[in-house]
């Protein structure tokens, strides 16, 4: 990273996985912090980048540039400062129904954007680390390093690298990525913020909900994550 030490300072590492190293660097220019993603699979982080551009949503990064160069990709891309969900979780320990519920809806409508989105994506790795809580309670998904146009089957290197067992749909290793798998793994994630099989009392409402989306039939969950947003959203203003 020789050519960032005149303009930017690396302050601090974010996180690094089996493609890329993201960073967190300092614009002395332009007196901002940014993030920076770099690797050398050109293929995925040139697909994540062209995603990233054809969307203007404030449930995403928004990205600023996307570079090769000595055989290395980098995305540029906007810092979000805030706090993922498993550290979340760790800081304050199981989540109440009530915030799993505004969490989930507020990542259905994520997940929406990027559903109905011509073509649609799959985002194909829902889990806490991927999902941000920003200062004011909003959430933004990190990491399109997953996502791929629904109904583009999956290669080896695809299944093996994206998804995460915990959390990735019966399908997801069959090779075949539909939307109403984002909609399983967030059924895996409100299980996990509310320790649901670890003790964790829900209301029959909820559990419905959720049980819905983790069906192994991708046929019996919801249709869309809208549909989910919705009736969980309506749970949500019944216990207003």
Known sequence: MEETKERYEVLK????GATAEVFLLYDKL????????RGCKKEILRREAKLLAGFSSPYFPALYDYT?????????MEYIDGENLAD??????????TEALEIGVRTAQALHVLHTASPPWVY??????????????GVK???FGSAVEAGTPLDREDRQRGGTPLYAPPEHWTGIPDVRGDIYALGRLMQDML?????GVVSREC???????????????????????????????RKD
Not at 13 to 16: D, F, K, N, Q, R
Not at 211 to 228: G, I, L, N, T
Request: charge should be positive; proline fraction near 4%.
């Open 13 to 16: 590492t974010l996180g690094s």
């Open 30 to 37: 332009l007196e901002r912090k940014l993030a920076l993603k």
């Open 68 to 76: 090769e160069e000595g055989g290395e990709s980098r995305l540029w």
């Open 88 to 97: 979340r979780k760790r800081r304050i320990g199981r989540y109440t129904e």
């Open 124 to 137: 194909g790795d829902i889990r806490p680390e991927n999902i941000m809580m920003t200062g004011t309670g």
């Open 141 to 143: 998904l990190i990491d």
């Open 195 to 199: 320790q649901m099989g670890r003790g």
């Open 207 to 237: 559990r419905r909900i959720i049980e819905r989306c983790v069906q192994k039939q991708p046929p019996k969950r919801y249709a869309s994550a809208e549909k989910f947003a919705k009736e969980a959203g309506l749970l949500l203003n």
